[in-house]
């Protein structure tokens, strides 16, 4: 089946089974590699993204529904690399990743997050974020989403 969507600002039409998880489409399909594979069942957010802006875990997201839909992922987070998006910037402040596994999923979580919650609390970011991250960097993703809230605020002021 023929489907049809953008993705990081660029149209695409792929021929595929339409109950293919999005996750496969957007890795195998059309090599973008930064969402990654973690559980397949939708409970890590290895694979988190975005469609039409809401935040989706792609493994569990068959691709027929994102027909006619804007998909981004983090390697659409930013226009290049000299325009970081305030969650990658702070990401590379921080020096978050440990084996960086997850840390695509949880960028794209914070991204939402914040643009949902301008300014939150460490408890809004434990409540918000489900993500997992084995490496146990998770003090350093609260630091970093606080520091990408004030470089949001910084920029939009
Ligand atoms: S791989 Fe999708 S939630 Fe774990
Ligand atoms: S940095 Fe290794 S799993 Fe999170």
Known sequence: ???????????????????????????????????????????????????????????????????????????????????????QQAWIDENVPQCGYCQPGFMMAAAKLLQEIPNPTTEDIKQNISNICRCGTQPRIIKAIKRAAELNNAKTS
């Open 1 to 87: 089946m023929k489907i049809s969507f953008k993705i990081n600002g660029d149209q695409k039409t792929i021929d595929v089974d339409p109950n293919m998880p999005l996750l496969w489409v957007v890795r195998d399909e059309l090599n973008l590699k930064a969402t990654k594979y973690g559980c397949g069942k939708g409970m890590c957010g290895a694979c988190s993204l975005h469609v039409d802006g809401k935040l989706h875990r792609s493994c569990s997201y068959p691709v027929k529904f994102a027909e006619g839909k804007a998909i981004t992922t983090l390697e659409g987070l930013s226009k290049n690399e000299n325009d970081l998006h305030p969650v």
